[in-house]
């Protein structure tokens, strides 16, 4: 006897009870977003590796499943937005603006399993296509409150910050837009971990290699990642480090030796993000510490947040349901403006998205499109909700045929009952009508059908209602219409 196989560390078996409540949750959303408007796409799950290593962000492409066959990088699909931003440049871009999608279907990261956090998850999530702010971000906020709602989820907080705004303030002081970058994708860590930690990764060597930077001068970065690259390999050097891809350790690097802000610009941005990423709560508290820390620096993005919330609460979203945060991060790479997650009552995290207007001509597009989204963990709002009724299903019978000569009849029968609307089975193992009796009640099958000789040759059925306990003999022709 061989040992049990189990399914693999981080994936689970969805069994037929817990699909009923994920399908009945999906459903439930996927209303909402078609009275919206937002129409569907389905796309595949692999994906060419390169997708990904741009604008993900270092964090999440070190989560990607990636794997080379028959010569070509490939990987599984570790979220949405990035496929259906490539599915538009390549499919769509001649179709009017703007273009609402929906999806729903599986994603794949590397993360360590917890309550509701699995390595496969499905995503449930739009993409609104050549909407500018704030009329469409304040559309996905009002969205996801209302998809959330409808699957039965009453208590939960979204949590809203600007990534543009954090951009501006570092561009008022002096820093590059690679060092902006650098910072604007840490707010969380230098929340969690102080500006000390941030701070010590600046201070890092810039490479352990015998590397002078002014070999890059006078090229961009894209050419200067695929000549590093290429020299790199030749030289032999093993660029596999777990599972971060060859192409980020050298985007990396490059990004590292191009460094070129000093000591003090990077503290005194440090010392302003760590005041501004601790201002978070009642949007109108939350404003007036963010206006008078900011009230000395050129910076965009707080008059397009008050816009939002403002076309937001329009929508009926309850602003008490809604805290402003500066240090909201999120973790790919390619947002630009507004950011939100939304969290149940428990600190669990439901919903994420926000705006990314460089993604369409970061992937080729024919020209820049503004851009916005978010996505559902199906798995993480199903834990979240209060159960919700599932579809009324059309009652279960069971036909049973009392010997092999008459089950030709019984399936003739059953085509009937399905046809009438019943879900109908037959019996294929043989038990007698007292055995499937037992069964039936078992299951919760409301009626048996049984037919022998006399049915067939008469062409009735004798009708069994287990629920009210009564019997009756019908002809085939009078086999009532099914009642939800």
């Not at 028959?70 to 949405?80: K, T």
């Not at 050419?223 to 020299?231: D, G, K, M, S």
């Not at 199903?382 to 036909?399: D, E, F, G, K």
Request: aromatic content about 6%; glycine content about 10%.
């Amino acid at each position: 006897m061989g040992s049990n196989i189990d399914t693999v560390r981080g994936m689970r078996d969805v069994l037929p009870s817990e699909v009923a409540a994920q399908t009945a949750a999906a459903a439930a959303i996927e209303r909402v977003l078609a009275a919206w408007g937002y129409e569907p796409v389905d796309l595949p799950i692999i994906e060419h590796r390169d997708l990904y290593l741009r604008k993900l962000g270092e964090e999440l492409v070190g989560k990607v499943y990636e794997f080379n066959f028959n010569g070509r990088d490939l990987a599984l699909r570790p979220e949405w937005t990035a496929s259906v931003l490539r599915a538009y440049v390549g499919r769509m871009q001649d179709q009017p603006l703007p273009l609402r999608l929906r999806y729903a279907g599986p994603v794949f990261r590397n993360e360590r399993p917890q309550r509701a956090t699995y390595r496969q998850f499905t995503q449930v999530g739009v993409e609104l296509i050549g909407g500018a702010a704030p009329r469409a971000d304040a559309e996905c906020l009002a969205l996801a409150c209302e998809g959330l709602a409808a699957a039965g989820v009453t208590h939960f907080t979204v949590r809203i910050g600007h990534i543009g705004l954090i951009r501006s303030l570092l561009a008022a002081l002096g820093l590059s837009e690679r060092a902006q970058g650098r910072l604007a994708w840490r707010l969380e860590r230098l929340r969690e971990q102080g500006a000390a930690a941030v701070r010590a990764e600046f201070d890092a060597p810039a490479t352990a290699l015998p590397l002078d930077p002014a070999l890059l001068d006078g090229i961009d970065d894209q050419r200067a990642e695929a000549l590093l690259l290429h020299a790199l390999r030749e030289i032999g050097v093993n660029l596999r480090f777990g599972t971060r891809p060859p192409e980020a350790i050298v985007g990396r690097l490059v990004r590292k030796l191009r460094r070129s802000e000093s000591r003090d610009q990077i503290d005194r941005a440090l010392q302003m993000l760590d005041r501004l990423c601790r201002v978070e709560g009642d949007p109108n508290e939350a404003f007036g510490a963010a206006e008078e820390m900011l009230r000395d620096y050129a910076v965009t993005g707080l008059d397009e947040l008050r816009a939002i919330l403002r076309l937001a609460a329009a929508h009926g979203v309850a602003l008490d349901r809604v805290r402003l945060d500066f240090g909201l991060g999120r973790g790919l790479h390619y947002y630009t403006g507004m950011i939100f997650e939304i969290y149940a009552g428990d600190g669990l995290q439901l919903c994420g998205g926000g705006r990314y207007d460089d993604l369409v001509s970061a992937l080729g597009g024919r020209q820049p499109t503004p851009a916005v989204g978010f996505a559902y963990g199906l798995e993480r709002v199903v834990a979240a909700a209060s159960p919700v009724a599932a579809p009324s299903r059309p009652p279960v019978a069971l036909v049973v045929a009392t010997d092999d000569d008459v089950y030709p009849y019984a399936l003739e029968v059953a085509r009937l009952l399905r046809l009438r609307g019943h879900t109908a089975m037959t019996d294929v193992r043989m038990r007698g009508i007292s055995g499937n009796l037992r069964d039936a009640a078992r299951r919760g099958v409301r009626f048996v059908v049984v037919v022998g000789a006399d049915e067939c040759a008469q062409r009735c059925i004798v009708w069994r209602d287990l629920e009210r306990h009564e019997e009756y003999r019908i002809a085939l022709g009078d086999i009532p219409q099914a009642q939800e």
